[in-house]
């Protein structure tokens, strides 16, 4: 297979993998100590945000919000 050929296989591939890993934005669990309820921030999809630095801000302006109430993070229920 000429080098070319070989370039546009693996970038090709590299697009699909690195696009497959845009879809949503990371999700943090929070669980409330006093009375153990548990909240999830974030896992928006970034098409419906307006891309990774609006899905970043709202998911930190999430965090704050649980935080205030009582919330710390926590590891997936």
């Known amino acids: 297979m000429p080098t070319s050929?070989?370039?546009?296989?693996?970038?090709?591939?590299?697009?699909?993998?690195g696009c497959s890993s845009l879809g949503s934005s990371e999700t943090v669990n929070l669980k409330?100590?006093?009375t153990g309820n548990t909240a999830q921030c974030g896992g928006y999809k970034l098409a419906d945000v307006g891309g990774s630095e609006r899905a970043e801000q709202f998911t930190r302006w999430c965090v704050e919000d649980y935080k205030a109430a009582g919330y710390i993070k926590a590891t997936a229920p």
Not at 5 to 17: C, E, F, G, Q
Request: aromatic content about 0%; hydrophobic content about 70%; charged content about 10%.
């Open 5 to 17: 050929k070989r370039a546009v296989i693996a970038l090709l591939a590299s697009l699909v993998v």
């Open 32 to 34: 409330n100590a006093n």
